[in-house]
């Protein structure tokens, strides 16, 4: 979906309020109870059901989207619970943020395919960071779209990574239920 068609979608509410009134992802939280709070990054955030929870944890959380309006509402969300959050509007599809390397101890994507973001944001991770991906499969006898994956795909980015968590089928997450691929993975010291 094109960043206006969001943009259109939080503007007018046509948006289910599942990306506003829902807990932050359940895989997300399982993962982040077993971390120490540090530099989290959160893209595709939308309007920061994630970040707003890392955030109150102790995370420092930068949050990024393409849609001005998710971001806008993520910056009100965050003040009115008096959290921090570095909330970022950009194309990634386009490239406009930049992942620093080496720089983040947890990255979250979640519900968005873009597979150069995925090895992207792999540089980016601290050494035994930790990133956290969940996209949406093809059922199936479906073909593999530019919004779904083929089942296996996925975990096949991360060879030679430590696999925290890994998961293909429905979701146990509220607000989506199409199929999905989740992949939790550690990297690996000296990979750079």
């Known amino acids: 979906m094109e960043i206006r068609a969001w943009d259109e979608r939080y503007r007018t509410a046509a948006r289910p309020r599942e990306d506003l009134e829902a807990a932050p992802v359940p ?9 120490s709070p540090g530099r989290a990054l959160d893209l595709a955030c939308g309007a920061g059901r994630n970040a707003l929870w890392l955030a109150s944890w102790g ?15 993520l910056r009100q969300r965050a003040a009115e619970k008096n959290l921090r959050i570095d909330c970022r ?17 947890l990255i979250v994507i979640a519900y968005y395919l873009q597979l150069d973001l995925i090895e992207a944001a792999k540089q980016g ?3 035994r960071g930790v990133l956290l991906v969940i996209v949406h499969i093809a059922e199936p006898g479906e ?26 089928g429905q ?22």
């Open 27 to 35: 895989l997300l939280v399982r993962t982040a109870n077993d971390l």
């Open 59 to 73: 995370w420092t959380v930068t949050a990024v989207d393409g849609s001005a309006i998710a971001i806008d509402i």
């Open 89 to 105: 509007v950009a194309d990634l599809e386009k490239a406009e943020f930049q992942i620093e390397p080496a720089s983040w101890d």
């Open 125 to 127: 991770l601290k050494p």
């Open 143 to 168: 073909q593999p779209t530019a919004h779904r994956l083929r089942p296996g795909e996925l975990i096949r980015r991360f060879e030679g990574w430590e696999i925290l968590h890994t998961f293909e």
């Open 171 to 192: 979701p146990d997450d509220e607000a989506h239920r199409s199929a999905v691929a989740e992949v939790v993975a550690r990297r690996p010291d000296g990979i750079l």
